[in-house]
């Protein structure tokens, strides 16, 4: 929540340059207060999981979040019970009327296939087209955020020669910015996949600014400011078995699978891992969140349209 101070008062310009959520008195008296609804487009196929992991990050705000689940049209997942996914999801096609002041698009286990095999690539092409006019703010996640940036700015992802697949430091590349606003310097955060963006790739389009990277596995947040979205390649939301789980998994499927670095205490798989990036987690989307009740229109008619100011 922001502070308020007199717009006058040195410590608003100290810490504004600082990235603190200042507010002045004036803008204060003015500012309407209500729910912020927030869909959670899931693409993941164990969506019960992927739905505590989000909801546990968005609901740790003292804002109240309307939180809405939306699934692909056609597309029908074979890991969730059907009457789950009748009582708690709509199909995009339902709710491509309605406005949010925030959409989460998540990541999808299908890294190996182009982008445009996907069997729901032209729906979620739709989907990336209407956030520019019914959506405040998305937050691409994983393959989701590779998917939007590929769609928006022509971006490629890149296939690795083994899986990234661990916890790896990371650098706070923008201080400065409403997103990483109480950030440390450098951050562990959990990473799993197949797939990498490129650095030079992400300089190379206008308009994109890294907001966190690492020299082992390269970009891992980026700004994408005409969109107003953020692309997440990694996983904050990760709960602290979830890496362990994925490696046990592989392992009793008998695939080729390293042991994930910097996970297990002395990299050992036989100990309980812990968890490191659980603050850095509740940072981030705290701070987006911040950021979606600062901006969003009182009117949610409002979004998507130009600002009038």
Same mark, same amino acid.
């Given at each position: 929540m922001p502070i308020t101070l007199p717009a006058n008062l040195p410590a608003f310009d100290v810490l504004s340059r600082e990235g603190v959520m200042v507010m002045s008195d004036a803008r204060a008296a003015r500012q309407d207060i209500r729910q912020l609804r927030i869909g959670l487009l899931n693409l993941m196929p164990m969506k019960i999981q992927t739905e505590n992991q989000f909801a546990r990050l968005i609901g740790a705000t003292p804002l109240q979040i309307d939180f809405r689940l939306i699934r692909m049209s056609e597309h029908q997942t074979k890991n969730t019970a059907a009457a789950h996914m009748e009582e708690f999801y709509r199909p995009f096609q339902e709710v491509k009327d309605e406005k949010f002041d925030g959409l989460i698009i998540t990541g999808a286990p299908i890294e190996h296939l182009d982008f445009e095999v996907v069997t729901y690539w032209d729906e979620l092409c739709e989907v990336f087209e209407w956030t520019?006019?019914?959506?405040?703010?998305?937050?691409?996640?994983?393959?989701?955020?590779?998917?939007?940036? $590929? #769609?928006? #700015?022509?971006?490629?992802? $890149? &296939?690795? /020669?083994?899986?990234? %697949?661990?916890?790896?430091? #990371?650098?706070?590349?923008?201080?400065?910015?409403?997103? &990483? *606003?109480? %950030?440390?310097? /450098?951050?562990?955060?959990?990473?799993?996949?197949?797939?990498?963006? *490129?650095?030079?790739?992400?300089?190379?389009?206008?308009?994109?600014?890294?907001?966190?990277?690492?020299?082992?596995?390269?970009?891992?947040?980026?700004? /994408?400011?005409?969109?107003?979205? &953020?692309?997440?390649?990694?996983? %904050?939301? !990760?709960?602290?078995?979830?890496?362990?789980?994925? !490696?046990?998994? /592989?392992?009793?499927?008998?695939?080729?699978? +390293?042991?994930?670095?910097?996970?297990?205490?002395?990299?050992?798989?036989?100990?309980?891992?812990?968890? *490191?990036?659980?603050? #850095?987690?509740? &940072?981030?989307?705290? +701070?987006?969140?911040n950021e979606i009740y600062q901006t969003t229109p009182f009117d949610m008619a409002r979004i998507g349209q130009p600002d009038p100011a």
């Open positions: 520019q006019s019914h959506v405040h703010s998305t937050f691409g996640v994983c393959w989701g955020g590779m998917a939007m940036i $590929h #769609h928006f #700015h022509g971006v490629k992802k $890149h &296939l690795l /020669d083994h899986k990234a %697949f661990g916890c790896f430091r #990371h650098r706070n590349l923008a201080p400065a910015s409403p997103y &990483l *606003r109480g %950030f440390s310097d /450098d951050v562990l955060i959990p990473v799993s996949r197949w797939t990498e963006m *490129r650095q030079d790739e992400i300089d190379g389009a206008p308009g994109l600014v890294t907001l966190l990277g690492s020299d082992e596995v390269g970009p891992c947040l980026v700004e /994408d400011p005409a969109h107003r979205a &953020l692309y997440i390649f990694n996983h %904050f939301e !990760y709960d602290s078995g979830t890496l362990k789980e994925e !490696y046990d998994r /592989d392992v009793a499927a008998g695939k080729t699978i +390293n042991v994930p670095s910097n996970y297990y205490p002395d990299d050992d798989p036989a100990r309980m891992p812990t968890n *490191r990036w659980r603050s #850095h987690a509740h &940072l981030l989307y705290g +701070n987006w969140i």
